[in-house]
């Protein structure tokens, strides 16, 4: 097993035939189509991992509620990168077996 620093590290590979299938989440899937639509690929399992994220107002910080969902609705991407980028632990939602054919 190997941990690659980026979707295109895994894409090429799966592509090149250095291994054989990898495990990412709908976020990466999603985010990333162009690297993962490669015809001999297939998804051969979905894990189903529970998680959530959110953001703890108190005080006067609460009036700020409404620009918290704007913005993340806004910048849905930009949002999950910082997430992973400042996470130690595995939090996603869905995790897909992807192989190479």
Do not use: W
């Not at 994220?53 to 009036?63: D, E, I, N, T």
Request: charged share 30%; hydrophobic share 35%; aromatic share 12%.
């Amino acid at each position: 097993m190997r941990n690659y620093q980026t979707y295109e590290e895994i894409s090429e590979a799966l592509r090149n035939g250095e291994v054989r299938g990898a495990l990412v989440d709908l976020y990466a899937l999603s985010s990333h189509k162009h690297l993962f639509d490669d015809p001999r690929f297939r998804i051969v399992r979905v894990y189903d991992y529970k998680a959530s994220y959110g953001v703890v107002l108190a005080g006067h910080s609460m009036k700020l509620e409404k620009c918290f969902k704007e913005y993340t609705k806004a910048n849905t991407e930009k949002v999950f990168r910082r997430i992973e980028q400042n996470s130690n632990s595995l939090q996603v939602r869905t995790l897909f077996l992807i192989r190479s054919l």
